[in-house]
């Protein structure tokens, strides 16, 4: 097996248009056992680079060491959002510990520079948040994550599940002081040799502190798309600003069951899997916004093929109960989808 890897992509995806991805990586550098790892990713909507260096092995009781610096723009519009684009220059230092054969604690700490950039006719909502605070901001920031993972495999699992909560927050005095926290949940059930049951929660809410009495525009939470409620448009449904653009908000909940099989007559391929799914959520300004009659459902369709080039999902929806104003799409690929 080599212990490194040179790879080259380039896709179209629904969501980023043209995608050009690069990425080198090392498993063994040099011979220690660490892992490097450089990346690029042009897309309509991103442009990353990225650079990552981890050792799995910084103490005898596996306690991983890892650090990494980043550059990324992103161009919201592209991605069907209100119109303005941030620049972000970045580092990190992290650390995974593990508890035990099944449970893992990590923690992290960045510093990041973000520059907002404006269009020509922004709506009220962005207009004022940078008449108040600004377009530049330098944070410091922490995070942590406990994660229960019993899959038997991390690719196209058949049982066991992972479970994890995760917390983010800008240390206060920092020129952006808000918290994000993330609860998932993915569990999987063999129905038969050929068919597993797969539910999916997730739960994301943030809000500002210090000076900042919401969420940052930019740090918005948002749903619709093949990652969560297939059937809508990408980053489409929830709360709009004045221009009637989505602008995402500060509570999010998604939930997705599945019933996943290998295709007819080639049960025995690792690489593709079909299912039938109903997706259910929204994106709420806050809490206190929720209303179960406010969520969104679809069922339909999907296939997911580890293709040379990444992960390619596609899925054919139908919507339940889409309301005038949301946009949907029937048909939705994309290319990179995380597991």
Do not use: C
């Not at 790879?7 to 090392?26: C, D, K």
């Not at 897309?43 to 596996?62: A, E």
């Not at 448009?233 to 999010?252: A, H, I, K, V, Y």
């Not at 959520?281 to 580890?306: D, H, I, P, Q, Y």
């Amino acid at each position: 097996q080599p212990s490194g890897s040179l790879s080259l992509a380039v896709g179209f995806a629904q969501s980023s248009g043209l995608i050009l991805s690069a990425s080198i990586s090392e498993n063994n550098f040099m011979g220690t056992g660490k892992h490097v790892s450089i990346a690029v990713n042009n897309s309509s909507v991103n442009r990353i680079y990225n650079f990552s260096f981890t050792d799995p092995y910084y103490t005898v009781n596996g306690v991983s060491r890892g650090f990494g610096v980043f550059s990324r723009s992103t161009n919201a519009n592209e991605a069907n959002i209100t119109d303005y684009t941030t620049d972000v220059l970045g580092g990190n230092l992290n650390y995974g510990i593990p508890i035990n054969e099944f449970d893992t604690f990590n923690f992290g700490i960045d510093v990041e520079h973000l520059k907002v950039k404006l269009s020509d006719f922004p709506s009220d909502e962005i207009q004022g948040f940078t008449d108040e605070f600004g377009r530049q901001f330098t944070s410091l920031g922490l995070s942590a994550s406990l994660a229960h993972d019993t899959r038997n495999r991390r690719v196209f699992p058949s049982k066991g599940g992972l479970f994890s909560i995760t917390a983010e927050s800008k240390i206060p005095g920092s020129e952006l002081e808000f918290y994000k926290l993330n609860l998932r949940g993915r569990y999987y059930l063999p129905l038969t040799r050929r068919y597993v049951f797969s539910m999916n929660t997730e739960i994301g809410y943030g809000d500002g502190f210090g000076d900042f009495n919401d969420l940052p525009f930019f740090e918005n939470y948002f749903s619709g798309g093949v990652r969560s409620v297939r059937g809508y448009e990408d980053n489409t449904l929830g709360p709009r600003d004045t221009q009637n653009d989505p602008l995402g908000g500060s509570f999010r909940t998604v939930g997705n069951l599945e019933i996943v099989f290998p295709p007819p007559f080639i049960e025995k391929t690792n690489s593709v899997r079909l299912s039938t799914f109903f997706d259910v959520g929204n994106v709420f300004s806050g809490v206190r916004e929720f209303s179960v009659n406010k969520l969104r459902t679809s069922v339909g369709l999907s296939a997911t093929w580890l293709s040379p080039v990444g992960p390619l999902a596609i899925s054919l929806a139908k919507t339940l109960n889409d309301k005038s104003g949301d946009e949907t799409q029937a048909f939705q690929f994309t290319l990179g989808a995380p597991f």
